[in-house]
């Protein structure tokens, strides 16, 4: 599969209608975000934006708005007193939405992959960081399988509810050498996102 990948900064405006039905969607449940209307995502991806310490991120694939993902410094946002830093951590979070809801095959695997390519090679992250609902086992096995390493369940506090999370850590070398990155590498040679 040849997927066009490109990422740019999230718009609160423009941005805010496709990220509320993305969160609405029963497989977003582990945002716990799905209750939401625009204006209160809106207000969501304001305060991302204007934290310094987090950024927020639009994908899209083949010129089609498909994914959205976070990126922070776990040393200031949401892991604060929980996880270790090293210099270079950047945590990651990110929703995948198929354009018209319809599951299409192999998009997952290379959309995870272009944003691990981003957070390494144009964000020069050295390591990242998860920390996925403890409950939600297809985003552990998708994170296992792009070389993440889980070090403990934590209790995380995003402000609105605390959950059990697998904190886990990913180096570039780590992710060169895992099974995501082989299969998704064909795909990305051909993006725009280096490979």
Not at 40 to 62: C, F, I, K, M
Not at 70 to 91: K, N
Not at 108 to 137: H, I, K, Y
Request: aromatic share 8%; glycine share 8%; net charge negative.
């Amino acid at each position: 599969m040849t997927l066009a990948t490109s990422i740019v900064p999230a718009d609160p405006q423009r941005d805010a209608p496709a990220l509320q039905r993305w969160l609405a969607d029963p497989h977003a449940a582990f945002w716990g975000m799905g209750d939401l209307d625009v204006g209160a995502v809106r207000d969501y991806l304001s305060d991302v934006t204007a934290d310094p310490h987090q950024q927020a991120w639009l994908g899209l694939v083949d010129g089609v708005p498909t994914f959205f993902a976070e990126t922070y410094d776990p040393a200031q946002v949401l892991l604060r007193g929980i996880h270790d830093p090293l210099p270079g951590d950047l945590g990651m979070h990110v929703l995948i939405a198929p354009p018209g809801g319809e599951p299409r095959h192999g998009l997952t695997d290379a959309v995870f992959a272009a944003v691990m390519t981003w957070c390494f090679d144009v964000l020069g992250a050295q390591r990242v960081v998860v920390e996925p609902d403890a409950r939600n086992d297809r985003i552990r096995r998708k994170n296992l399988r792009a070389g993440f390493t889980e070090l403990r369940f934590v209790s995380v506090d995003d402000g609105d509810h605390t959950k059990t999370a697998v904190l886990s850590v990913c180096t570039r070398d780590d992710y060169a050498r895992s099974e995501l990155a082989a299969v998704a590498a064909p795909a990305l040679a051909r993006t725009g996102i280096p490979a």
